[in-house]
Every structure is written in structure tokens, then in C-alpha cells.
């Protein structure tokens, strides 16, 4: 099943122009995280945000995170062409075999040039 | 360093035959592994994590099995494909106490 749900489903956008992927997710989560895929590639990991944290930083990135409303958010600040790819969210939700990773459906972003 | 090796990277295979898809991973001891299945265009389906050696949870009741015969290979396999399960595979590990997960780079399944 989902943790993780991704709004929107697309997003296009011209270079230059800030983009906003949104998260929200159901259960308790140890942290969040934040991944990238190209198409027809492996996913590759951005960020991590962890549950006592509410913002975080990395290059252009921006992850915000509320635990109250069980949601996060990433930006990206003066997108390019680049940037044109698929944002996944994912939770980690601790059972008794140890921590496990579920995604939501993902974010396919376009950058127009 | 650490990296991950999937393979192959396209197959194209009949329905009802067999499935092997192997993931190596180096550089790490013990890891966390999974296997993930992606529809076109959708999001990842958690198909298969392991914890240890020959230690397999499954999270969804499907035609695949998994097994892990060592601590750094997790295979992926079916005796009879069926057509549904086409898509696009992921093998990805982490470390217990650090969740961030390396993915390899996938198999792009077609059952024909």
C-alpha cells in the first residue's frame, strides 16, 4: 500500500521558475525523504528529513515538513531544464523486521527551456 | 564505496516461462534489501525487503517469490510469468539505522 501521495501528478513550468511538489502521508514516520528519477532509471535519493526537523536545505532544494497536518513539501528554486524528471516522497515505517521504505506515486515534473 | 548491480536491464519474455532477476550489492554488510515493481508512470509498489539471509517479507500476495541466498544477493523470481506482470523493477538497499535507500538502475520487464 501508499504511505506517501504526491500532489500534483504533473507540473510543468518554465526555467527559472520555482517548483512545488507536495507529500502527505498517513502514519507515524520516522523520517521523510525525497527522491529523484529520470526516465527509465533508477531513483536517486535528494534529501532526508527527519521527524523532529521542519525545514531543510540542500543546494536549490527546500524540504519543509509538518507532522501535525502529515505532510511535506519540496521546492525547487530556479529550476532548469535539468531539473525535468519524476519527485517521489517516501516514508519510513518501522515494523518488526526493521525499517522499510513506501513511495508515494511520484511527481512528473517538466522544465521548459 | 558502496554500489548496487541489477541485471538485466530489458526482458522481454513469453507468458509462463520463468524469472530470475539477480541484485548484487558491494561495499556494505547486512544490508536492508528490496524489490520494487513501477507501472508506467506510477509510483514505486513494494514487492519484496529483507533483513537478513534467507529472511523475505512479502508485502503483496503475487505471482513472484524472492530470496536472498546471501547477505549481499536478493533475487527475484517466478515459476509461470503471466502478463500482468510486466513493468519496471527496482532493486534498492539501505542501511538499519540510516533509511536512505540506493537504488540500481532496473529491469524493464515485458511478458509477451
Known amino acids: 500500500s501508499q504511505q506517501g501521495e504526491e500532489d500534483p501528478q504533473a507540473l510543468s513550468i518554465q526555467e527559472g521558475e520555482n517548483a512545488t511538489m507536495n507529500c502527505s502521508y498517513k502514519t507515524s514516520i520516522n523520517n521523510l525523504q525525497w527522491y529523484r528519477q529520470n526516465s527509465g532509471r533508477g531513483l536517486v535519493h535528494l534529501i532526508l528529513?527527519?521527524?523532529?526537523?521542519r525545514e531543510k536545505h540542500s543546494g536549490r532544494l527546500r524540504v519543509t515538513l509538518d507532522t501535525s497536518k502529515k505532510s511535506s513539501s519540496l521546492l525547487i528554486t530556479a529550476s532548469r531544464a535539468a531539473d525535468t524528471a519524476s519527485y517521489f516522497c517516501a516514508t519510513d515505517s518501522r515494523n518488526n523486521a526493521g525499517n522499510m521504505l513506501t513511495f508515494g506515486g511520484g511527481t512528473r515534473l517538466m522544465v521548459k527551456p | 564505496s558502496q554500489t548496487i548491480h541489477q541485471w538485466p536491464a530489458t526482458l522481454v519474455q513469453p507468458v509462463g516461462s520463468p524469472l530470475s532477476l539477480e541484485c548484487t550489492v558491494e561495499g556494505t554488510s547486512n544490508p536492508n534489501l528490496y524489490w520494487y515493481r513501477q507501472a508506467a508512470g506510477r509510483g514505486l509498489q513494494l514487492l519484496f525487503y529483507s533483513v537478513g539471509i534467507g529472511q523475505i517479507s512479502s508485502e503483496v500476495p503475487q505471482n513472484l517469490s524472492a530470496s536472498r541466498p546471501q547477505d549481499r544477493q536478493f533475487i527475484l523470481s517466478s515459476k509461470k510469468l503471466l502478463l500482468s506482470d510486466s513493468g519496471f523493477y527496482l532493486c534498492a538497499w539501505s542501511v538499519l539505522r540510516n533509511t536512505e535507500a540506493f537504488f540500481g538502475q532496473g529491469t524493464r520487464l515485458t511478458v509477451v
Open positions: 528529513i527527519r521527524s523532529n526537523e
